[in-house]
């Protein structure tokens, strides 16, 4: 009778064990970022919706997995790969390469070897064959080079995909890879070479078949960047930016293609993503975006991209039309400090740029005939110059050569200045409009050569 009670109790005891909710197996990634640079990492996923950040040059992160997955580790434009299993602990350091490179450095597993050959492989085929290098080239020449800086790298895929003790899924995730990669350069060779020789070539017939079979709407193409970057070019192909009034009109043509032919796909969602982050940025800025934020955010659950999305909205918060414009301050040639504050009572049009930047220099001669034929009016224009401190001499010559007018000024600590840190600047030219009142009209005005130019200023 005792044997039986005992007995019965560890039943119970298994049952009511079993019947505890169970977490998901945790996989340990410890991180060293030493020597890499900045200290901010990325570490994610978009279709399993896995998103977190390390911050400190040592750390470590506990992510629950439910399934063997490829992560992005991604440091500014700087992207590495590493194959994670639940259960598993990794250490990411930086290893022996071409180039600087994250990746598991003790014990890597079958997968991450390969991850780390495709690698190190890709930096040492691109730097032999680089791609502008090979749109100067004749279709049947550029072929032939494609065909020859993947040779290496299409022997791993085959290598992996007779591997028996692979899954299925990392294979498919490496193919999509390196078409991936082969298709960036294709799409790449047609406006690369009419930049070239101020013609277009003349493809053969097939020169697209290889993407034309693929499924973009496939989420596996979407492992590694190369593979979103390829699903963006291959939507926007054939639509031309020349061909709409704005970059928010183009945007929204691109947004409208990918709806008709990729509905309900995570690579429709990304480009969602992709083209709010790039309209905020570089388009309108933050007003007039708010009904487009609150459509994504109301029909796209996914967390990554709701996050990233957060993150690309938050500077632009404070640089809303009608809030008071942030100070600043820049030097003029003589060393003199002048803040924005000391411009009120005149409306301030702000060209941000630099003599490095080709963009820049192309508006010059829009931004002059637009002065002399506001000259009278209460508009006061700026332009100030992020290059570099010890640039200073070649700035004050270049104001000389092109007989820049308006009030020139030089903003110290070039990407790190008041100015493009206040103003959330990514990317030059940059037009900033500020009313008499040291108020906002807009922190990413229309440019000098766009034709609505005067309408804006004199609004």
Not at 127 to 152: C, G, I, N, S
Not at 369 to 379: I, P, R
Request: glycine residues 4%.
């Amino acid at each position: 009778m005792r044997n039986l009670s005992i007995f019965l109790l560890l039943l119970s005891s298994l049952f009511l064990a079993n019947c505890q909710p169970k977490e998901n197996p945790k996989a340990n990634l410890i991180i060293n970022l030493a020597g890499t640079g900045p200290d901010k990492l990325d570490v994610y996923h978009i279709g399993q919706e896995i998103h977190h950040q390390v911050t400190a040059q040592k750390d470590s992160l506990a992510l629950d997995l439910k399934e063997a997955t490829i992560l992005d580790l991604t440091q500014r434009r700087d992207h590495h790969y590493v194959h994670v299993t639940p259960n598993s602990t990794l250490n990411i350091d930086t290893l022996s390469g071409p180039e600087l490179l994250l990746g598991v450095s003790k014990n890597p597993s079958k997968e991450n070897t390969y991850l780390i050959d495709f690698a190190k492989l890709l930096a040492e085929q691109s730097a032999e064959f680089f791609t502008p290098d090979m749109t100067k080239k004749e279709v049947d020449t550029f072929l032939m080079l494609v065909q020859q800086k993947y040779e290496p790298l299409d022997k791993l895929v085959t290598q992996i995909k007779m591997d028996e003790a692979l899954s299925s899924s990392f294979k498919t995730a490496l193919s999509y890879r390196l078409t991936a990669n082969k298709g960036n350069d294709l799409l790449t060779y047609k406006n690369m070479y009419n930049y070239w020789h101020k013609a277009y070539p003349t493809l053969p017939d097939g020169f697209y078949s290889e993407l034309e079979a693929l499924d973009f709407s496939d989420p596996s193409l979407m492992t590694f960047e190369e593979g979103r970057r390829l699903g963006l070019s291959w939507n926007n192909k054939d639509i031309s930016y020349t061909d709409y009034p704005s970059v928010t009109a183009y945007y929204n043509a691109c947004l409208a293609n990918i709806d008709k032919k990729y509905p309900a796909s995570l690579l429709r969602d990304y480009f969602f993503y992709d083209m709010l982050y790039n309209d905020v940025n570089f388009g309108a800025g933050i007003d007039g975006a708010d009904s487009m934020i609150t459509v994504f955010q109301s029909t796209i659950p996914n967390k990554y991209l709701n996050n990233k999305l957060t993150e690309t909205i938050a500077p632009w918060l404070t640089l809303k039309s009608g809030l008071d414009a942030p100070n600043f301050i820049a030097k003029k040639r003589d060393d003199v400090e002048v803040p924005l504050s000391d411009l009120k009572g005149k409306r301030v049009y702000i060209d941000v740029w630099a003599t490095w930047c080709g963009p820049c220099i192309r508006e010059i001669p829009a931004l002059k005939k637009l002065e002399a034929e506001l000259h009278g009016e209460n508009v006061e224009f700026v332009s100030i110059s992020i290059d570099n401190v010890k640039d200073k001499e070649k700035w004050l010559d270049f104001i000389a050569e092109k007989e820049l007018t308006g009030l020139q000024l030089m903003a110290e600590g070039d990407w790190k200045s008041d100015i493009a840190t206040a103003y959330n600047i990514k990317g030059i030219p940059r037009f900033l409009l500020i009313d008499e009142a040291g108020k906002i009209i807009s922190a990413n005005a229309p440019r000098p050569s766009s034709p609505d130019i005067k309408a804006v200023l004199l609004n």
